[in-house]
């Protein structure tokens, strides 16, 4: 049976470097193309044509707007929707790069943990720069003890608060990938099963096959609402230290 983890192995379609930089074209650079074009051509096209009664591409546009618009309300307030951009654009990205990955012969690039980690440190660092800006210095020791700490704590708090913002984006990161590449591992190893197995027990993995299927489109939905959330979570704290207005849990 073939290693379940060949299909996550990268090889270069095109070498390429620039002062000493990689920019070699892969099949992952190729997939995060076409996802960029898809997104692209859905919004684009939903929006041409504003119809007082919206076609089926207008309906989906007006529902994915909404529904990340509700996300950021929810989390950070009104004043959050200054990210609606860089909120709309991850959830799309990272949504599409789920599920196109899940068609045979494709790739999953948040399989990757380079680019989920690059998502994450980007959403963490950009938290900590708009908390600076907007609370100055006391930013820093306004997140490591939270309103309310007695004094005596304050020694213990905070390296707790410390390690708990240090595992904010190695954990944003680590749990996309992992869920991506073990969805997909359990699949080839299904799969691997029904073909070997032959015509007498091969159909009992190629059935569980197709229940994975359904269970990892809704697992592409969740992860990529996730990360959505918590990318919202973490910029609301640059506006309400520790959740203290209530927006951001």
Same mark, same amino acid.
Not at 68 to 85: A, K, N, V, Y
Not at 121 to 128: A, I, K, P
Not at 156 to 183: D, K
């Given at each position: ?19 000493? !930089? ?98 994450? @440190? ?6 900590? @720069? ?69 015509? !007498? ?33 973490? !910029?609301?704290?640059?506006?309400? !230290? ?8």
């Amino acid at each position: 049976m073939e290693n379940p983890l060949h299909p996550f192995e990268l090889h270069n379609f095109i070498q390429f470097s620039l002062f000493g !930089l990689d920019l070699s074209i892969n099949k992952a650079v190729v997939m995060m193309w076409i996802v960029v074009g898809l997104v692209a051509w859905l919004l684009v096209s939903a929006g041409r044509q504003r119809r007082l009664v919206p076609n089926k591409l207008q309906s989906l546009g007006e529902l994915l707007v909404e529904f990340i618009r509700g996300i950021i309300l929810d989390t950070m307030g009104q004043e959050g929707m200054r990210f609606f951009p860089l909120i709309a654009t991850l959830f799309l990205f990272i949504l599409f790069c789920n599920l196109l990955g899940l068609i045979p012969g494709t790739y999953t690039v948040t399989s990757q943990i380079v680019v989920t980690a690059v998502f994450a @440190v980007t959403v963490y660092g950009l938290s900590l @720069v708009m908390g600076l800006l907007l609370h100055g210095v006391k930013f820093i020791p306004g997140i490591l003890v939270p309103p309310g700490t007695p004094w005596w704590l304050i020694p213990l708090m905070v390296p707790i608060e410390f390690v708990s913002q240090v595992a904010r984006p190695v954990s944003l990161a680590v749990r996309l990938f992992a869920n991506m590449t073990a969805g997909h591992t359990i699949l080839g190893v299904l799969f691997g099963l029904a073909i070997s197995g032959g015509l !007498l027990i091969g159909w009992l993995p190629f059935a569980f096959t197709i229940a994975m299927n359904g269970l990892e489109v809704g697992i592409a939905f969740i992860q990529a609402y996730i990360f959505t959330v918590l990318t919202c979570v973490y !910029l609301g704290d640059a506006f309400h !230290l520790h959740g203290s207005e209530g927006h951001a849990p």
